[in-house]
């Protein structure tokens, strides 16, 4: 199993904003061998921020690599960057490979 994470930070005020752009957004995941589950996670609220975690899991990494390389992964993300001032940088990527 492979656990691929982005982690958003999201100017105060514009959670909803970025909540209903993942809500109304085509990820096309559905069509991608060894796609397992995809959730939008929130986290804490500072004076600066709140956080945001994409998480996705995934057969294996291998199955995750080529989702990044696929024609599904390019249409998920053609509109990707069209929200300015909503997010505070860019996304942190984490990925994790299960051990145990």
């Known amino acids: 199993m492979y ?3 982005n982690r958003f930070k999201i100017v105060l ?4 904003e970025f909540i209903n752009i993942w809500k109304q957004r085509k ?3 559905d069509e991608v061998p ?3 589950s995809f959730n939008l996670m929130q986290s804490a609220t ?5 956080l945001f975690a994409s998480h996705s899991v995934w057969e ?12 599904a992964f390019r249409k998920a993300h053609a509109g990707a960057g069209g929200s ?5 940088g860019h996304p ?3 990925g994790f490979t299960a051990v145990v």
Do not use: C, P, R
Request: charged content about 35%; glycine content about 8%.
């Open 92 to 94: 942190e990527f984490e």
């Open 60 to 71: 294996s990494h291998q199955s995750f690599e080529d989702w990044t390389k696929s024609e």
């Open 46 to 50: 500072n004076e600066e921020h709140t």
């Open 27 to 29: 990820t096309y995941l």
């Open 84 to 88: 300015k001032g909503v997010y505070i």
């Open 34 to 36: 060894g796609f397992k």
């Open 13 to 16: 005020g514009k959670e909803d």
């Open 3 to 5: 656990v691929a994470m």
